[in-house]
């Protein structure tokens, strides 16, 4: 039935509160307890308060450790896509080898140019990655901390 609060075609809520203070009283401030009724939507909470972060395509390297297993990526949204390999989100590769260590990234500014970084990187051999990592992280730091 459309007039039942439990009804799924209700589109708002209606919620009775208590005005508490003068702001919410008559003119001649005698009426001490009036109520007002106002409507929240029924999505209410669920719309974003800050518009979406812009998309920053990233080419990336995960690894174990030093010299260790390495993985290369491609993504929109570095930060959100490091935490899905670092709480083992993204099943594979990555979760199957503990690779979660961003030791290198590199950003683009088209998702075209990234992947086709991606592409070539992914078919160097195993040295000219690793030189890679370490001319700009010799240590091999976790450089997602940094990010955030």
């Known amino acids: 039935m459309a007039g039942d609060p439990g009804s799924s075609d209700l589109s ?3 919620i009775r ?5 003068s702001r919410f009283r008559g003119n001649d401030g005698a009426c001490g307890s009036m ?3 106002f409507v929240v ?3 209410a909470g669920t719309q974003r308060l800050m518009p ?3 998309k920053k395509p990233c080419v990336y390297i995960l690894a174990n450790h030093r010299n260790g297993t390495i993985y290369v990526g491609v993504t929109s949204n570095l930060l959100q896509r490091v935490w899905q390999h670092k709480s083992d989100f993204i099943l594979g590769f990555t979760q199957s080898h503990q690779v979660h260590a961003l030791v290198w ?4 500014v088209t998702m075209q140019t990234a992947l086709a970084r991606e592409k ?3 078919k160097w051999n195993r040295a000219w990655k690793i030189d890679l990592v370490e001319k700009s992280n010799p240590y091999w730091r976790d ?3 940094e990010l955030i």
């Not at 509160?17 to 203070?21: D, E, H, P, S, V």
């Not at 990234?105 to 683009?108: A, L, P, V």
């Open 120 to 122: 070539a990187i992914k």
């Open 17 to 21: 509160t208590k005005a508490l203070g």
């Open 41 to 43: 939507p029924a999505k």
């Open 12 to 14: 708002a809520r209606r």
């Open 52 to 54: 979406a972060a812009p």
């Open 35 to 37: 109520t007002s009724t």
């Open 105 to 108: 990234f590199e950003q683009h």
């Open 143 to 145: 450089l997602y901390s």
